[in-house]
């Protein structure tokens, strides 16, 4: 049974850095689209960043406008994990984070494609 799990939230004043990082489990990860995206209360949810499966020709990271620069997404497929490296935060970036996992999907920002989600992990980006 595939399971997704979150760590790394918390609460930092704005300017600071946080690292959120997913493990994975009962999956062939190196398959997979990893994607992060997050929900700010009474807003839909928004894509941050993806980054495709291992081998995916044409490139392999998509960034949202509002974090290009400033987040930089990676993955490990020996550790099965995919992390997120938040810089520069403001209060904007205040959402409940989730990693999602989608089968050997090329365009990462289409949170319909994903199967496997995580329970999310809070970050709060205080002003």
């Known amino acids: 049974q595939a399971q997704l799990v979150e760590s790394g939230g918390g609460l930092v004043q704005a300017g600071g850095s946080l690292r959120l990082s997913c493990a994975a489990s009962?999956?062939?990860?190196?398959?997979?689209?990893m994607g992060w995206f997050r929900q700010a209360p009474g807003k839909d949810r928004e894509f941050v960043a993806g980054i495709r499966w291992t081998g995916a020709s044409g490139g392999g990271i998509q960034y949202a406008d509002s974090v290009n620069g400033r987040f930089t997404i990676s993955r490990d497929d020996t550790r099965k994990t995919v992390d997120l490296q938040m810089n520069s935060l403001n209060p904007e970036d205040t959402a409940v984070y989730s990693c999602?996992?989608?089968?050997?999907?090329?365009?990462?920002?289409?949170?319909?494609?994903?199967?496997?989600w995580g329970q999310g992990t809070q970050v709060t980006v205080s002003s």
């Open positions: 999602g996992a989608a089968f050997k999907v090329f365009d990462s920002r289409n949170w319909g494609t994903y199967i496997y």
């Open positions: 009962g999956l062939p990860f190196s398959e997979y689209t």
